[in-house]
């Protein structure tokens, strides 16, 4: 193959020598009108404004100089009841398993017979070569389990909250939520072409309201937390649905804290309310009780179709590890053939619930295993969160933005497999720090 249009010549038995890569010509001096020209190619370089904002960042070393920076924090074992952190046994109070499945035998075993059978990673998205017969086979197990026709996996949960809302809501459309709404929906509304409406947390007259100013013909969608991940509430479903359904809208639920914690075998908050019929979609994670990573979409086959092909965080990412994948359906099986966890949970929450509430701690509104303790202050809540580790119990601060100013919290959940000894440990230390702090 010619890969130039002069290919060498031979002349007295030497072969000409072709350039492939044209040598560089001396420098000429550029000029206009006869007179020289500066090179601004020499010049120095201008100021970079792009990382002035990063150059301006001194709120984290600023508390970091206090000793009371609360992220980042390093555990060294499991995610279980208690974890090991700087080398000490601290007791978990902090984390999102609410089954106590992260450690589990027989999803540990899953885990490791995938990656033995299909590898470590499928090195493509679901909408090429990425597809694997396991994830059909949780996606099915999921259609089942919050009884939806189909079932749609993501790579995680933040990417289906992205995915779903700005594929299914367009320019002309709305997208109506809850302004306590994790970030990932708040993410997916702004990536939406449509217009991005909210009203106020749990604030049913101020939905339809803003539904009755809205074309009766355009596209709606209503998209709320079940359950509320900061504040511990539950979303008013019924209530909600009415308000969607007199508007034509349709009606979108993340259940990332509701699967493993509210209806039926933990279908989530639909199946609690018995309304599963009028949620549309229905949205998980397997990073809280399903012990893994990713996420799904929940809904009506048609629709699920029409994500396969318009959702771009589906499209042009990885799909999820097979090793993921078969945990997930380790934990099902075990949520579903083991409904004494679910009940269990929901003894220790009313076990740590009222020792709190007895302590004289503000839970606010409270109605799952989050448990929002109120201090109203940054620095209270670092500082509540310091002296706690420090008393060997892991808890962690909230702030702004993830809760609006003056409403700063330590966030303590429950596992089922808490046990009433660390509970009371946990609330002596709490009532210990609290006084200290003067919280309480």
């Known amino acids: 193959m010619i890969y130039h249009d002069k290919t060498p010549g031979v002349e007295n038995g030497q072969a000409e020598q072709l350039d492939v890569y044209p040598r560089p010509r001396a420098a000429r001096v550029r000029e206009v009108n006869h007179r020289p020209v500066r090179d601004k190619s020499k010049l120095a370089p201008q100021r970079v404004a792009l990382f002035d904002k990063v150059k301006g960042f001194k709120n984290a070393a600023q508390i970091r100089a206090l000793g009371i920076?609360?992220?980042f924090r390093t555990i060294s074992s499991a995610q279980d009841t208690e974890v090991v952190i700087e080398g000490k046994k601290v007791l978990m109070l902090g984390s999102?398993?609410?089954l106590g499945l992260t450690n589990h035998p027989k999803i540990k075993e899953a885990a490791k017979a995938a990656v033995e059978k299909y590898g470590t990673g499928c090195a493509g998205s679901r909408f090429l070569n990425g597809s694997l017969d396991i994830h059909l086979e949780l996606e099915t197990a999921l259609a089942k389990l919050v009884s939806k026709e189909a079932v749609l996996l993501y790579s995680t949960g933040f990417?289906?909250?992205?995915g779903v809302i700005s594929a299914l809501v367009g320019k002309g459309d709305y997208v109506i939520g809850d302004k306590s709404n994790h970030a990932s929906i708040v993410e997916g509304c702004l990536l939406a072409q449509g217009k991005f409406l909210r009203f106020p947390h749990r604030d049913m007259p101020?939905?339809?309201?803003?539904?009755?100013?809205l074309?009766?013909?355009s596209g709606k969608l209503v998209v709320v937390d079940g359950v509320f991940s900061m504040e511990g509430d539950i979303i008013q479903l019924p209530e909600l649905c009415r308000i969607a359904s007199r508007h034509g809208a349709a009606v979108m639920v993340d259940d990332a804290h509701s699967i493993g914690v509210l209806g039926q075998n933990g279908a989530g908050t639909a199946a609690h309310f018995g309304l599963t019929d009028q949620v549309h979609l229905i949205m998980g994670t397997f990073s809280k009780s399903l012990a893994s990573l990713g996420g799904f979409i929940g809904s009506d086959a048609q629709t699920i179709d029409y994500l396969k092909h318009h959702s771009r965080p589906l499209i042009f990412s990885a799909s999820m590890s097979p090793a993921n994948a078969a945990a997930v359906l380790a934990a099902i099986e075990i949520m579903v053939?083991?409904?004494?966890r679910i009940v269990q949970l929901w003894r220790n929450t009313?076990?740590?619930k009222q020792g709190l509430v007895r302590i004289g701690y503000d839970l606010g509104a409270s109605e799952t295993p989050i448990l929002p303790v109120y201090c109203r202050s940054l620095m209270l809540a670092f500082k509540l969160c310091k002296h706690l580790q420090e008393q060997g119990v892991f808890v962690n601060p909230v702030v702004s933005p993830a809760v609006a100013p003056g409403q700063e919290l330590i966030r303590i959940s429950l596992m089922a497999t808490h046990t009433d000894r660390q509970i009371d440990f946990a609330l002596e230390k709490l009532a210990k720090v609290g006084k200290q702090l003067g919280v309480i």
């Open 350 to 352: 009313e076990r740590m």
């Open 215 to 217: 074309d009766s013909e």
């Open 337 to 340: 053939q083991e409904p004494e």
């Open 159 to 162: 990417q289906v909250n992205l």
């Open 96 to 98: 999102n398993s609410y």
């Open 206 to 213: 101020s939905l339809e309201s803003r539904l009755e100013q």
């Open 69 to 71: 920076y609360p992220y």
